[in-house]
């Protein structure tokens, strides 16, 4: 997924199956259920759904599957990649954005068909090798992606570029860090934050056209940063990190997680209701707004990679096509 992280492992393996269907779990089972999705070996690195019946699951190699009935069953989509796929979001019902490797793709009839929008070369950097994490949109025509450029295994600048028309071109930015840029959210128009290595945290209020550092007290990388709104926000990452702040990131607190795992995923549902995952299957829940975290049972050791809620339904994806699905 991320060439930092030194998640994946490769190995060799004859695939005998292609995609196959995966069973929800029983109205009434309540917790995390473990299916699998896919070719075996092959991780899973990020999942988005629309609502409560479309989703997608997406990771190594180009994979990518889909879902119209709320995960029941699961089909194969084609996508013009062999790289793997680290993160795919919405900014409409028709419009839609998945990054792989150094390149954008988007759709504008809700997942059916996939085009690559823009892909960024080396000659543009240096003769460094992009590799872009996440996309994020503020509105309508204003979205952003990070990632980070390197060269072997090491990065040599940050990746921040946007678009301002929907999509079909993207410019790039400056940030002030130099260092991997791996996670953005945004609650509105003008407010934005974005998560990497060295515990960097930057922030906009102007609607991204100035990004400022804010002070993390951490060098732990940071993998994933959620806002309820433009004051309370949650930050996750190695060593089982967990930063929280009720001022914007004025501050940035930490949060005892009583795990040394690393944390890769955070979501929070409501303003008390929030969850955590990571590696070695390590799921987190809170229902004090994030002033504590207790583990839940997972039913899996592999890694989690990525976490979306919708409404009452949770999904978790990761390591060796694992997806886990949760529903209150």
């Known amino acids: 997924m991320r060439t930092s992280t030194g998640k994946k492992v490769g190995l060799a393996i004859t695939i005998v199956a292609l995609f196959f269907c995966c069973a929800a779990p029983a109205r009434a089972q309540v917790g995390w259920v473990a299916n699998k999705i896919g070719p ?4 899973l690195n990020t999942v988005y759904f629309l609502d409560s019946k479309r989703g ?32 795919i979001y919405f900014r409409s019902k028709e419009d839609g954005f998945l990054l792989a490797g150094n390149a954008i793709f988007m759709t504008r009839d ?20 992009v590799e872009l994490y996440s996309v994020r949109f503020s ?14 295994d090491i990065i040599t600048d940050s990746i921040l570029v946007f678009t301002d028309d929907g999509g079909d071109t993207w410019q790039r930015q400056r940030a002030p860090s130099r260092a991997e840029l791996i996670h953005l959210d945004f609650v509105d128009d003008k407010h934005g934050w974005i998560v990497g290595a060295e515990g960097a945290i930057l922030h906009t209020f102007d609607g991204g056209q100035s990004w400022n550092r804010q002070r993390s007290d951490t060098k732990a990388t940071l993998y994933h940063i959620d806002f309820r709104n433009d004051k309370n ?25 009583k795990v040394r795992s690393t944390l890769l995923s955070v979501q929070f549902v409501s303003d008390d209701d929030g969850w955590i995952v990571g590696r070695g299957g390590v799921v987190l829940r809170s229902d004090d707004g994030g002033r504590s975290w207790l583990q839940q049972e997972s039913a899996t050791k592999q890694n989690l990679y990525a976490l979306h809620f919708q409404k009452k339904t949770g999904w978790a994806v990761g390591g060796d096509g694992v997806v886990l699905r949760y529903e209150r």
Do not use: H
Not at 40 to 43: E, R, Y
Not at 75 to 86: H, M, S
């Open 139 to 152: 509105s309508k025509k204003k979205g952003w992606v990070v990632g980070s450029a390197s060269k072997g």
């Open 233 to 257: 926000g949650w930050a996750v990452g190695e060593r089982g990190t967990v930063l929280r702040t009720m001022d914007g990131g004025e501050s940035w607190l930490p949060v005892e997680s």
């Open 40 to 43: 075996a070996g092959k991780d």
């Open 56 to 87: 997608w699951v997406a990771g190594d190699n180009g994979l990518l599957s889909r879902t119209d009935d709320g995960g029941r069953t699961w089909a194969k989509q084609t996508v013009d990649t062999k790289d793997g796929i680290n993160d």
């Open 110 to 129: 809700s997942g059916n068909r996939w085009s690559e929008a823009r892909r960024f070369l080396p000659s543009e950097f240096q003769g460094a090798a």
